[in-house]
C-alpha cells in the first residue's frame, strides 16, 4: 500500500461518533471501541460538561476531531478566533489529523449551519487550497477534507467532483476523508458513476472513511445520517478500502439515534469488510476493472 503521513493512520480501526445520548452508557459500560470521532465545535468552549465529559472519554479512549464550520470555500478570511480555539482543542485531544467539509457557507460573516457545494472552477481551487494550507500550517496537524452531498450543480463548474478534490488536496498538499455515502448520494441525485468516483481518488491521501445512512425522497435522495447502512453504500466502502487498503472507518448516525448498542453493532459490520479485503489480491487502480455498485 501506499505510504505517507494520511494513511499511516489506517491501524486507527473502526470508530463511532460521540454523541450526548450515548455519554452515559459509554462512561459507565466503557464498551470496546477503536475511537470516537467528536464535533469539534461542540468542545471549543472555557469550561462546563462537555469537558469534563470529553475528559473522561480522553482517559480511555483515542479521539479524532471533526469540523462542521471552517467553510474553506468561503471567500471570507478565516476566524482567528476560531482558529485559536480549535488548536487548543487539537492541543488537548491530541487528534492525529483534524478533518472538516470542502464546501462554503458563509457570506459576509453570516453562517448558513449548512454544507453548501463549490462551484469546481479554478478560482474556487484556489482559494480552498490557500485556506487549508493556512489551517494546517496554524494547526499544526495534518488537514484532511471530506467531499459533501450535494443536491444542487453551478453552470460554472469546469471540471467534476472528484476532479476538483483532486486539485485541491494535491495543492494544500491535505488529507482526505473519504465520504462513500455521500458519494452515493450525489451520484443519484447528478447521475453519474460513484465508482468511478471511488477509483479517482488518490488513495495515498485517504486519512479516513465515512459511512452513513440516508433517506431517500421521490426525485432526490438526503444525506441524514438516520438509518442504517444501504447494501450499495456498503458495496462502494468494499471498493474503496480495495484500492486504499484498510482504512479509518466511521459510522455516522446522527438523528433518530438509536441505542449505542445498534450503533455499534452497524458500525462493526466495516469489520467484515476490513477482513475480506485483507483476504483479496493487490489493490485495484483507477485503469483497471471496477467493482459494479447495486443501484
Known amino acids: 500500500m501506499p505510504a505517507n503521513r494520511f494513511n499511516g493512520f489506517t491501524e486507527y480501526g473502526i470508530g463511532i461518533g460521540l454523541r450526548i445520548p450515548h455519554y452515559r452508557h459509554i462512561l459507565e459500560k466503557k464498551p470496546?471501541?477503536?475511537?470516537?470521532?467528536?464535533?469539534?465545535?461542540?468542545?471549543m468552549v472555557d469550561g462546563g460538561n462537555p469537558l469534563a465529559v470529553l475528559d473522561q472519554i480522553l482517559e480511555q479512549y483515542r479521539v479524532v476531531q471533526h469540523g462542521v464550520s471552517m467553510y474553506f470555500g468561503s471567500v471570507q478570511p478565516l476566524n482567528r478566533e476560531h482558529l485559536q480555539r480549535l488548536k487548543t482543542l487539537v492541543r488537548r485531544t491530541k487528534t492525529p489529523w483534524l478533518s472538516d467539509h470542502l464546501c462554503w457557507g458563509s457570506v459576509d460573516g453570516r453562517y448558513t449551519h449548512d454544507l453548501l457545494p463549490i462551484p469546481y472552477t479554478w478560482e474556487a481551487v484556489d482559494v480552498t487550497a490557500e485556506k487549508i494550507r493556512h489551517v494546517q500550517d496554524f494547526v499544526e496537524v495534518p488537514v484532511v477534507v471530506e467531499n459533501v452531498s450535494s443536491y444542487a450543480e453551478f453552470h460554472d463548474s469546469?471540471?467534476?467532483?472528484?476532479e476538483f478534490l483532486n486539485e485541491v488536496v494535491e495543492r494544500?498538499?491535505?488529507?482526505i476523508l473519504l465520504d462513500v455515502?455521500?458519494?452515493y448520494v450525489s451520484s443519484m441525485n447528478h447521475d453519474f458513476d460513484p465508482a468511478v468516483y471511488v477509483n479517482s481518488v488518490p488513495t495515498e491521501r485517504v486519512a479516513q472513511?465515512?459511512?452513513?445512512g440516508h433517506s431517500r425522497y421521490e426525485k432526490y435522495i438526503l444525506d441524514t445520517h438516520d438509518h442504517p447502512v444501504i447494501d450499495p453504500v456498503w458495496e462502494l466502502y468494499a471498493q474503496a478500502i480495495r484500492r486504499i487498503g484498510p482504512t479509518a472507518t466511521l459510522l455516522e448516525w446522527d438523528d433518530k439515534i438509536p441505542s449505542f448498542e445498534e450503533v455499534h453493532r452497524e458500525a462493526m459490520k466495516a469489520e467484515h469488510f476490513l477482513q475480506q479485503v485483507a483476504k483479496m489480491p493487490p489493490a485495484l487502480t483507477a485503469e483497471e476493472p471496477v467493482l459494479e455498485v447495486a443501484r
Open 209 to 212: 472513511i465515512h459511512i452513513a
Open 32 to 43: 470496546v471501541v477503536d475511537w470516537f470521532e467528536v464535533i469539534s465545535e461542540n468542545y
Open 158 to 162: 469546469v471540471m467534476t467532483e472528484w
Open 172 to 175: 494544500a498538499d491535505c488529507g
Open 181 to 183: 455515502n455521500n458519494i
